[in-house]
């Protein structure tokens, strides 16, 4: 954002420049807002057929739930056939049977996820991958390579530990 510097106010916020391989707030933010602001111009270039998506999509998801039973189906066996409606309300009864097991499960997620961002740092700061890194912040296709390898080293550590 070279262009801030010039045309800003200099009591105006900075926004930190930090490298990361996965996306951040300020990315999430900004293409959240550009999204929202190309919706917009859609809607002031043809109205009818953007109001027509916006209530194509929350319908369409209706009909989807409709679609499937959502009956009270038995829990046990785990791989019994089930529609999508029953899948989701039966593992609501295992999850709540069951929640001290889940949550322990998913709180040794969290270390896991620290020791595997420390390996990370110490990755990019002192290997060639940094400019992997710097790569990534410019080239989508490649964040996502990144983000998945490093994925694919972690996930086998958290499986094992659980």
């Known amino acids: 954002m070279s262009w801030a510097e010039d045309e800003w106010r200099g009591?105006?916020?900075?926004?930190?420049?930090?490298?990361?391989?996965?996306?951040?707030?300020?990315?999430?933010?900004?293409?959240?807002?550009?999204?929202?602001?190309?919706?917009?111009?859609?809607?002031?270039?043809?109205?009818?057929?953007?109001?027509?998506?916006?209530?194509?999509?929350?319908?369409?998801?209706?009909?989807?739930?409709?679609?499937?039973?959502?009956?009270?189906a038995p829990h046990t066996p785990v791989d019994r056939k089930r529609r999508a409606g029953e899948i989701l309300r039966a593992a609501a009864v295992i999850y709540r049977r069951r929640l001290f097991l889940f949550a322990g499960i998913g709180f040794t997620f969290l270390p896991i996820g620290v020791v595997a961002a420390f390996f990370q740092w110490l990755a990019f700061d002192f290997t060639p991958l940094g400019t992997l890194a710097s790569l990534a912040d410019n080239d989508g296709i490649v964040g996502g390579v990144a983000a998945l390898s490093s994925g694919a080293f972690t996930a086998p550590v958290a499986a094992v530990v659980v």
Do not use: K, N
């Open 11 to 72: 009591e105006s916020l900075r926004v930190p420049s930090v490298s990361t391989i996965a996306p951040s707030a300020t990315d999430f933010f900004c293409s959240a807002v550009s999204r929202g602001s190309m919706f917009y111009f859609a809607y002031l270039r043809q109205p009818w057929f953007v109001l027509g998506l916006a209530f194509a999509f929350p319908l369409a998801g209706l009909w989807l739930v409709r679609r499937t039973a959502w009956s009270p």
